[in-house]
DNA sequence: TTGTAAGCGTTATCAG
DNA sequence: CTGATAACGCTTACAA
C-alpha cells in the first residue's frame, strides 16, 4: 500500500509538501509541484481517506438510515440523494432495513466517525425519542419525521394535502360515501393520509364514518379483503381511497372478481403513482409522489444545516403531491382511449405526463 | 466529542482498558469492565469508527459502483447486499450513476481507505481496463463484468442462458421468424441476450437474419420504433423478442395502435420480469432477474474473497433465470383467465407465482 | 490484569 | 516555499 512517504521519498521532498501538493496549495513551487505529481501517478499513490478523515473530522460520506422499503420508492430517493450528493462530492453510507430502533441505534452508532451528517427516514410513530438522540449526535435531517423534533431540519411528502386533494377529486365528481383503506396504524404516512381524507370530508360538511374507515397494511392483499368487507355494507360507499398504491391494487382485484366495472360502478384512487399504476385496468387516479426530489430536497437541507450550523432551528419543507386523473375514478373530461405511445402526449394529460420526467431516457445496465 | 480518553479518565482507567472493554477483550478485570461500562453510557461514548479504521486496516464498510440504474433492479440489488452485509456487520457505501470511466475512477478513489472491498457494476465492454485497475486496489467482485477480469471473482446474470431459453421456447410455439429489439451496442447484457438469441435459432437450424435485429436501447421508446420497422417487412416475423421488458411495453404498445392482438398476431417476449409485466395487457412473457439474489450472491462472493484471498482465482458465478410464461407469447397450456387476487394462486401459476417472493408481505414507510 | 507508548496515514502548525 | 513534528482517536505489542 503506497502512503504519501512513499511520494515524498520517490519525489525527494517532505511528506508535508505532498499534502500541500495533494491538496493543491498554492504555496509549493511548480519544480516541487511537478515532481510530487510525477511521483504520484508513478506509484499510483491514492491517499487514504480515513487518515485524513481522522485529522480534518471531515469524512465528506451521508449517512443514510432507510426502514425496510423496497421498490421504487427506496431506489428513488437514493438516487436523488446520490445524485444531488455527487455535486457536493460526497458519498452514501446506506444503512437499510431496521427491525427496530436498536437496530437503528446500532447502525448509527457505527456511522460514528464515518460521516459527517445523516439523513434518517423512520417512519414508525413509536420511534421519535431514537430519533432525538441520533439528532444530539450528527447533523440529521429526518425525512417524514414522527413527531416534532427540535434543532433539526425535516423534509416531509404532503401526505395531508395529497389526500385531502385527493378526496376533493373525489366529492367533486359526485361522491360522498367515500371510504378509504387506511395504512398501517403507527406509520407516519398513514396517519397523515387519513387525517387529509377526514379534513376534506368535514371540509364538505360530511361527518367521516368510521365504518367506512377499514383497516389496511399497505399491502395488496389488505385492499383485497379491506374491498370485501366494504361490498357487504349497506348502503355501498361509491369511492374507495386506498393509502397507497399497492392497497389499491387489491382493490380494484376484488371489484373485478365482484364482476363490477371500475370506475362505473365503484371509483378507485391510491396514493403514491408507482410505475404500474398506469399499466392498471382501468388506469389508477392517485396521487404522485416524487420520491427523487424527496432525496434531492433532504441533501439540501443538510447541506444548508452543515453551511451554517448556527440557524439549526427546525425547519420543515413538505414536498407538494400531483393529483394524477387517470381512469379509475371518471373524469370530468371525456376519458379518452389510452394511447400512451403517442410521441408527444396530448395536452390534456398534463398531469400523467410528469410520471417519465422520473424516468430518463438512456437505461444502462439490465433495463430493470 | 467524548472520546476513549474521557472514559478512561471518567473510570479511572487507562485507555488501553477502556479499549479492551469495547472490544470484549477477555483479560480484563469484572471490576474495571464495570467501571468503564458505567462510564461510557454516563457519557454516551459512541467510538470513533475512522480512528479504528486506520489501525485496524478493516472498515467493515463495503464500496458500490453502479451504473446510473433505477428502479426496482437498482433497488433489488442494494437491498440484496445490504441484508446480507447486515448478517457480517457490514455497512454498504453507494456511488451510482456514473457518466464515464473517469467518474467511476474518482468515486473509488474517494473510497480508499474508507473500504475493505468493492462491488462493481460495469455495464459498458469498454471500461474493462477501468475495471482492471480497480482490482489491484481492492477485493473486488464485478457484477456482470464487461471482459474477462483475472485475480478477481464475477457475478452475473444468466443474461445468455436466459434468452436462449425465451427463444426455444418460442421455437416451441412454433414460431420460426423471431424478431428480436436489440439493448444498447457494447452494453454487456444486451450483447449476452443477443449472444443467447442467436445460439438458440442456430440450435434449431434456422441462420439469424440480420433483418429481424432491430437496434434499440432498453427503452419503451426505442421498442415503439422498432416495431414499426418490423411491420413493414414482408414476411413479417410472427414474434418478438425484447431486450427488455420496458422495450417490450414500447413493443406492445406500436402493436395496439396497428391494432395487432397479441399474442394471435404477433408474440411479444420481454426480459427482466419487472413489476409492471404482470399488469400489462396481455401480461408479459418474460425472463425473471433476480437483482436480490444478484445482490446477495456479490455480497457472499466478496466475503468469501475476504476470508480467502488466498484463492483470489477468477470465480465466476452464474445466477440462473427463470422463464415466467404468462399471456403476451400464447401458451401450451390453455390460457386461463387474470385472476391475480385469489389468496392461492392456482397450481398452473409455478412461474409467474414466483415474483411474490421479491416483494415482501410488511412494507414500512410510504408504500411506493 | 493493567499501563505505557508506538504506530496507523494524513493534515496543520510552526520554525526556518 | 519547505520541512519537522505534533496532533487526530484508536488498537496493540510490550512491560510491569
Redesign the interface.
Same mark, same amino acid.
Given at each position: 500500500m503506497v502512503t504519501i512517504r512513499d511520494v515524498a521519498r520517490s519525489a525527494g521532498v517532505s511528506i508535508a509538501t505532498v499534502s500541500r501538493v495533494i491538496n493543491s496549495s498554492p504555496r509549493v513551487s511548480d519544480d516541487a509541484r511537478r515532481r510530487v505529481h510525477r511521483a504520484a501517478s508513478k506509484l499510483d499513490y491514492?491517499?487514504? @481517506?480515513?487518515?485524513?478523515?481522522?485529522t480534518t473530522s471531515r469524512?465528506?460520506?451521508l449517512g443514510v438510515l432507510?426502514? &425496510?422499503?423496497?421498490?421504487?420508492?427506496? !431506489?428513488?430517493v437514493?438516487?436523488g440523494l446520490?445524485?444531488t450528493a455527487?455535486d457536493s462530492?460526497f458519498?452514501?453510507?446506506?444503512? !437499510? !432495513?431496521h427491525a427496530d430502533t436498536r437496530d437503528l441505534i446500532a =447502525?448509527a452508532?457505527?456511522?460514528? @466517525?464515518?460521516i459527517d451528517g445523516l439523513i434518517a427516514?423512520v417512519?414508525?410513530r413509536g420511534s421519535a425519542a431514537a430519533v432525538r438522540s441520533l439528532v444530539r449526535?450528527f447533523p440529521t435531517v429526518v425525512v417524514?419525521p414522527p413527531a416534532a423534533i427540535d434543532s433539526c431540519r425535516a423534509v416531509s411528502?404532503g401526505n395531508y394535502e395529497g389526500a385531502h386533494a385527493m378526496v376533493q377529486h373525489l366529492l367533486g365528481l359526485g361522491h360522498t360515501r367515500i371510504a378509504m383503506v387506511k395504512?398501517?396504524p403507527g406509520?407516519v &404516512?398513514a396517519e397523515e393520509r387519513l387525517r387529509g381524507y377526514r379534513a376534506a370530508l368535514k371540509a364538505a360538511q360530511i361527518e367521516p364514518d368510521p365504518g367506512l374507515e377499514r383497516p389496511g &397494511?399497505?399491502?395488496?392483499?389488505s385492499g383485497?379483503q379491506a374491498t370485501e368487507a366494504l361490498l357487504r355494507l349497506d348502503p355501498r360507499p361509491t369511492a374507495i381511497f386506498a =393509502?397507497?398504491?399497492?392497497?389499491a391494487?387489491?382493490v380494484l @382485484?376484488?371489484l373485478?372478481?365482484a364482476a363490477l366495472e371500475v370506475p362505473r360502478d365503484m371509483a378507485v384512487a391510491g396514493?403514491? &403513482?408507482?410505475?404500474?399504476s398506469q399499466?392498471?385496468?382501468p388506469a389508477l387516479t392517485t396521487v404522485q409522489?416524487d420520491?427523487y426530489q424527496l432525496g434531492v430536497a433532504a441533501f439540501r437541507a443538510f447541506i444548508a444545516q452543515l453551511r451554517s450550523p448556527a440557524k439549526r432551528g427546525a425547519r420543515h419543507e413538505v414536498l407538494p403531491t400531483t393529483l394524477v386523473v387517470r381512469q379509475s375514478c371518471g373524469s370530468l373530461r371525456p376519458s379518452a382511449p389510452i394511447?400512451?405511445?403517442r410521441?408527444q402526449a396530448p395536452a390534456e394529460w398534463s398531469t400523467a405526463a410528469a410520471a417519465p420526467k422520473r424516468?430518463? =431516457?438512456?437505461?444502462?445496465?439490465? @433495463?430493470?
Open positions: 491514492w491517499p487514504n @481517506g480515513t487518515a485524513r478523515s481522522l469524512t465528506h460520506v432507510l426502514p &425496510d422499503l423496497f421498490g421504487e420508492f427506496f !431506489s428513488e437514493i438516487r446520490d445524485h455527487r462530492k458519498q452514501i453510507l446506506v444503512s !437499510s !432495513s =447502525a452508532q457505527s456511522m460514528r @466517525g464515518r427516514m417512519p414508525e449526535r417524514n411528502i395504512g398501517p406509520n &404516512d &397494511d399497505f399491502t395488496e392483499s383485497y =393509502a397507497n398504491d399497492y392497497t391494487v387489491g @382485484g376484488r373485478r372478481d396514493f403514491d &403513482d408507482i410505475a404500474i399499466y392498471l385496468t409522489v420520491a394511447t400512451r405511445y410521441r424516468r430518463p =431516457a438512456a437505461r444502462k445496465g439490465s @433495463g430493470a
